[in-house]
T-cell receptor, first 113, second 112 residues
Framework: AAGVIQSPRHLIKEKRETATLKCYPI?????VYWYQQGPGQDPQFLIS???????DKGSIPDRFSAQQFSDYHSELNMSSLELGDSALYFC????????????FGPGTRLTVT | DAKTTQPTSMDCAEGRAANLPCNHS???????VYWYRQIHSQGPQYIIH???NNETNEMASLIITEDRKSSTLILPHATLRDTAVYYC?????????????FGTGTRLQVTL
């Protein structure tokens, strides 16, 4: 079965650079979520989109922005990167906002040096 | 969303049932109990969810107490591949908000 695809899987950036993470949801899934997991920490919700509109927002820094496109894929844009942004970034998708389970991608490991 | 409390860690012998408890004493009527697990930095994996009835699927069983203040995830025959951090998450649906709020979880170690 098709799963959530994230690219790139690994990314190394320097401080103050920008990064773009991409997420391709499971076919027919219209809802995308982004989570950040720092070293030794639990995943933390950043932002979500339903039908190309932002549906919820968590502790996402102002330096980060995201959007969902007409084909439902989503991109997380991160600017002025800081060392503390080094983390695993997971994307998840679901069929909608209701009682639907979220399916997670393999994550993008971002390292900021 | 209601707060959950789980043991920090548990051990289980391979082939035996693993029973993972979760306390969610402040759960409200429209909140569901979800279980996810994360195997060593992989993406969290959905296991099961329920509202008030016990649920079973190919992976596990979920037992929710009658007052809904606690629940237990049961892996009937644990294997080494079940070693992971297990998260009990209480999730409400208030219009557009349906994010997952991860707590600290239980680190399950399955041993030979």
């Amino acid at each position: 079965a098709a799963g959530v695809i994230q690219s790139p899987r690994h990314l190394i950036k320097e401080k103050r650079e920008t990064a773009t993470l991409k997420c391709y949801p499971i076919p027919r899934h219209d809802t995308v979520y982004w989570y950040q997991q720092g070293p030794g920490q639990d995943p933390q919700f950043l932002i979500s989109f339903y039908e190309k509109m932002q549906s919820d927002k968590g502790s996402i820094p102002d330096r980060f922005s995201a959007q969902q496109f007409s084909d439902y894929h989503s991109e997380l844009n991160m600017s002025s990167l800081e060392l503390g942004d080094s983390a695993l970034y997971f994307c998840a998708s679901s069929l909608g906002l209701g009682v639907y389970e979220q399916y997670f991608g393999p994550g993008t490991r971002l390292t900021v040096t | 969303d209601a707060k959950t409390t789980q043991p920090t860690s548990m051990d289980c012998a391979e082939g035996r049932a693993a029973n993972l408890p979760c306390n969610h004493s402040t759960i409200s009527g429209n909140e569901y109990v979800y279980w996810y697990r994360q195997i060593h930095s992989q993406g969290p994996q959905y296991i099961i969810h329920g509202l008030k009835n016990n649920e079973t699927n190919e992976m596990a069983s979920l037992i929710i107490t009658e007052d809904r203040k606690s629940s237990t995830l049961i892996l009937p025959h644990a294997t080494l591949r079940d070693t992971a951090v297990y998260y009990c998450i209480v999730r409400s649906f208030t219009g557009t908000a349906s994010k997952l709020t991860f707590g600290t979880g239980t680190r399950l170690q399955v041993t030979l």
